[in-house]
C-alpha cells in the first residue's frame, strides 16, 4: 500500500501543476498526508515495543504513535491552509485546466487505487478480528480511504465538467473541488487533533467518571479519604491511575489496595500507584513525623474532620513554599 499510494502521490502532482489542476494537486497532497501518516504509524509501532529500561524516558516510546498521529494532524491543518489560499487565488484569477482528460483519468486511476486499498485493509482486518489494536488502525485507514474516494470523485467531477461543457466559467470548477477536497480533510483533522492532544494534555477518558471512582472507593470499608485521584491515558489502550487514601489502620492497607485495584480494573485501568496514608483519632498535638532532612508536625484529625474536607494530605512535600507546586492546591 506504501508503494501505491507514493506512486499515486508522484504521478498525481506531476501531472497536477502540468495541467494546471489545483484540484489535482490537493488529492496529490492528501495522498502525501497518507503516505506520511503510514510511515509514522510503522515508525511509532515499531519504537513502541522497545521494554528495555531508559532512565531518561521511563515510560519507554509508548506515546510514539500519539505524537506521530499529532504531528500528522498538524501537517493536514496546515495543508488545509495552503490548498485554501490558493483556491481563493483562482477564483479572484482563474487559470485553465489546460488537459481536463488528463485530469480525468488519472483521478480515476487514483479512485481504483483506492478501492484496491480499500478491499486489502478490509481483508487484513478480518485476519485480524481478534486484536483489538489492529481493528481500531483498520477503522481508521478505512476512514481515510472513504474520504480519499470521495476526494477522487470530485476530481473527476471538475474535470468531466471542464471537459464537456462550454460555459466560459467552467474552470472555477477546479478551485470548487479543491475547497471541497480541503473541507473533507480538515474534518478528518479536527478529530484526529483534538484526540491525540487529549491523550498529551492528561485528560480523563471520555468512559471513565472519575467522580464515580471516587464515591466507590470512598464506599470500601476502611477508607477515611480519597484526594489526588488521577486517570490518564499513556496511549491508545493503557490506561494508569494514581491516588493519596486516608486508612484507619496500617493493617487494612493490603486489603484496601487488593479491592481499589480490583475496582479499577472493572474500569480498564491496570497500572494504578497507591499512596496510603493512616490516621488515628488518638494522635497527640505534639506528636512529630520524623522525615529527611529535618521533621514535620502532624497535626491530629477527627475522621470527621477529615471526611468535610476531601483534598487532606498527611503527606505532603516538607516546606510549605513548595504548595503552589503541586498538582492540586489543598484547603
Known amino acids: 500500500m506504501l508503494v501505491i499510494t507514493g506512486g499515486f502521490f508522484l504521478v498525481e502532482i506531476v501531472i497536477g501543476y502540468y495541467v494546471n489542476s489545483l484540484a489535482l494537486?490537493?488529492?496529490?497532497?492528501?495522498?502525501?498526508?497518507?503516505l506520511i501518516s503510514m510511515c509514522i504509524a510503522l515508525w511509532a509501532i515499531k519504537v513502541a515495543k522497545r521494554t528495555q529500561f531508559d532512565p531518561k524516558y521511563t515510560y519507554g516510546w509508548q506515546r510514539a504513535e500519539i505524537v506521530g498521529a499529532l504531528v500528522n494532524g498538524v501537517f493536514l491543518l496546515a495543508l488545509c491552509f495552503t490548498i485554501m489560499i490558493d483556491s481563493i487565488e483562482r477564483f479572484i484569477s482563474p487559470d485553465p485546466v489546460t488537459n481536463p482528460l488528463m485530469v480525468l483519468i488519472t483521478a480515476s486511476a487514483g479512485l481504483v487505487a483506492n478501492l484496491i486499498g480499500l478491499v486489502l485493509f478490509h481483508e487484513h482486518s478480518h485476519s485480524h478480528e481478534l486484536d483489538i489494536e489492529s481493528k481500531q488502525d483498520n477503522n481508521h485507514h478505512h476512514g481515510n480511504l472513504n474520504m480519499?474516494?470521495?476526494?477522487?470523485?470530485?476530481?473527476?467531477?471538475?474535470?468531466?465538467?471542464?471537459?464537456?461543457?462550454?460555459?466560459?466559467?467552467?474552470?472555477?470548477?477546479d478551485p470548487l473541488a479543491s475547497i471541497l477536497i480541503t473541507i473533507l480533510i480538515f474534518f478528518s483533522a479536527i478529530p484526529l487533533v483534538r484526540q491525540t492532544s487529549f491523550i498529551l494534555l492528561q485528560g480523563v477518558p471520555q468512559h471513565v467518571q472519575l467522580q464515580d471512582i471516587n464515591t466507590e472507593i470512598l464506599n470500601l470499608d476502611g477508607v477515611i479519604s480519597v484526594h489526588e485521584l488521577h486517570v490518564w491515558q499513556l496511549n491508545d489502550t493503557k490506561l494508569i491511575a494514581s491516588l493519596h487514601v486516608l486508612i484507619r489502620t496500617r493493617q487494612e492497607y493490603m486489603r484496601l489496595s487488593h479491592e481499589i485495584r480490583q475496582l479499577l480494573h472493572q474500569y480498564g485501568i491496570h497500572s494504578v500507584t497507591i499512596q496510603p496514608e493512616f490516621n488515628t483519632d488518638d494522635v497527640q498535638d505534639d506528636q512529630k513525623v520524623q522525615v529527611e532532612g529535618g521533621s514535620i508536625q502532624q497535626e491530629a484529625q477527627s475522621t470527621e474532620d477529615i471526611q468535610s474536607n476531601a483534598s487532606t494530605c498527611l503527606l505532603r512535600c516538607i516546606e510549605d513554599s513548595c504548595l503552589e507546586n503541586t498538582c492540586c492546591h489543598y484547603k
Open 25 to 34: 494537486i490537493a488529492d496529490s497532497f492528501h495522498m502525501l498526508n497518507d
Open 148 to 173: 480519499k474516494g470521495a476526494s477522487n470523485v470530485g476530481v473527476i467531477g471538475s474535470a468531466l465538467f471542464i471537459w464537456l461543457t462550454p460555459f466560459s466559467w467552467r474552470f472555477y470548477a
